[in-house]
């Protein structure tokens, strides 16, 4: 069986209850699946592979390429590095329930941060077989400072919408289920994204090179011919990178109207989101609405694939240090199952339930593993090298710290900081935001050589921005003592 590049993510059955007659699209994408949401990734990707035909394999070729670059750098000059992602956020809403506050998005870009730089108080769980194999993957992510125009922003865009369902409303009612499977193939990832486009009720990309989008909006499907059931198939969906300028031009084109990127149902966005999935999908509450689904989807985004690899055991990620399993863990938190053998620093693993690349519950999920680190990285210097910011992260702590020779001193200090801004010709753009990604000061400055900076900050971790409209993007960590 062919490795399934992996695009979305979605629920699998943990709980008992049924569907019936609701639930029909998925029924249709997988008859022999429950009714319960599920992925979808492979059947995407068998609808690009209908139009190309070398799609897939030429993913698992990017993979593969991937690990050789990883094998012969062995990641010696960047793992001293954080590798920085300015984030868009574009939350498209028809209602007040989807326009989701900006405290539920600071709150997904903290679980984000802490997520990728094993920073989150759950890594305490990570079972002691696993603790050698996991590890920080020095990317961080922050809302981005400036538009693509240059203009000042933070990092947020809002997009009052008269679509009601970016899963479409579905024309065939039961007994059509011929017309049904049609329309999945011919309307279903049209409709979603949708949400990447201003002419189609959503959002147009900011520069997908220089930022990673993340749009937000209601995923179901309205089905008014099944009692006006509104079916939620996929809780979010992202691409992998897709700008391989190797890749045949005609694969270019099939892939093209596919925004890269992450779309999210609005529920499932940051864990103190005020909105909760409705029934019949309410067992799933606290499963995946705690914010980990967006550290999956961006995994994928950043190359990775489910780590059972989407089939049995003979199956792979492309990941050596991942255990082997045969399927995913259907949203549940089963410490004893040891699906495949395989054996890793002389070890027969148990499935790795605690990795956000598997389909476990969020409250059991808490690593990368090293590979997976390394993988990311590698991808986001090959294939998405215009995407990060770097930031040094082995200055000494009482040394000025100097990037691309700005110097920020003292640091740490008791919150006055002098700034040295005298690489910088004409308009500069200044922000310092907290862990959270939450702006807290910001000021822009014309022809200034030096600016002192008094933060009434509690101690911590501070990141400064300094940018300029058409000009490069400078971060450094600030530290109040």
Known sequence: MMKKQILLIAAASIFAFTLNAQGVVSNQINSSASTFPECGAHYFMEKVEQEEASFMELSDQLL???????????????????????VVFHVVYNNSQENIPDSVIFNQLQILNESFRRQNADTANTRVDFKPLVGDSKIEFKLADFDPAGNPTNGISRTNTSITHFGGVLPYGPGQNQQITQWVNDSLYYNYFRLTSDSLGGKDPWNTNEYLNVWMGDLRIF????NNFEELVFFALATPPLNHVNWPASVLNSIAPYEQGVLIHYVNVGSNNPNQLPAPYQSFNGVVTDGKVMVHEVGHY?????????????????IQDTPRSDASSNWACNFNTNSCLDTINNLDLNNMVENYMDYSSGA??????????????????????????????????K???????VKV??????????????PFKGSVYLGVRNNTGQLIHEAHYLNQKKVNLNLDVPSGVYFLQLSQAHGERISAKMIVR
């Open 409 to 422: 001193f003292p640091n740490p200090t008791n919150g006055n900081f002098t700034i040295d801004l005298s």
């Open 223 to 226: 089905e008014p011919q099944f």
């Open 64 to 86: 593969k390429q991937v690990n050789n670059i990883i094998k012969q750098q062995k990641q010696s000059k960047s793992s001293a590095t954080i590798l920085t992602i300015p």
């Open 399 to 405: 040394q000025a710290l100097a990037l691309n020779q």
């Open 364 to 397: 059991c999920q808490n690593s990368f593993t090293k590979g997976q680190v390394n993988l990311m990285r590698s991808v986001l210097r090959v294939y998405r090298p215009n995407l990060y910011d770097t930031l040094l992260t082995s200055v000494p702590e």
């Open 302 to 318: 950043l190359g990775l694939r489910h780590i059972w690899g989407d089939g049995n055991c003979s199956e792979d990620d492309f």
